[in-house]
Nanobody
Framework: QVRLVESGGGLVQAGGSLRLSCTAS????????MGWFRQAPGKGREFVSR????????YYDDSVKGRFTIPRDNAKNTVYLQMNSLKPEDQAVYYC?????????????????WGQGTQVTVSS
């Protein structure tokens, strides 16, 4: 079992930056690739980004490529989502998730563990 806790959400103006954190407890953090998803009101949960167990490989949805990065600190059992140049359409609840399979996966059903989510609000 892996417990994931997100933090760092809040209100930011368009063009601003925000860093989300997701800290894991339970099983060995390095056993999992980590992903970030988001869900806007009235929409399904969508893939944002993913990082491999070692941190050596990252993967982004086209909608955030060049604006978001997903570093991880395995010594702190934490993965981050650094969000720059935020747009109103980035507004959503952001979730981190853990995947025991080391493949480039982006479907919600492929991730076994989820955090509770953190709200990001972008004002225009």
């Amino acid at each position: 079992q892996v417990r994931l806790v997100e933090s760092g959400g809040g209100l930011v103006q368009a063009g601003g930056s925000l860093r989300l954190s997701c800290t894991a407890s339970g099983r060995t953090f390095t056993s999992y690739a980590m992903g970030w998803f988001r869900q806007a009101p009235g929409k399904g949960r969508e893939f944002v980004s993913r990082i491999s167990r070692s941190g050596g490989n990252t993967y982004y949805d086209d909608s955030v490529k060049g604006r978001f990065t997903i570093p991880r600190d395995n010594a702190k059992n934490t993965v981050y989502l650094q969000m720059n140049s935020l747009k109103p359409e980035d507004q959503a609840v952001y979730y981190c998730a853990a995947d025991a399979v080391e493949l480039r996966r982006r479907r919600e059903m492929e991730y076994a563990y989820w955090g509770q989510g953190t709200q990001v609000t972008v004002s225009s």
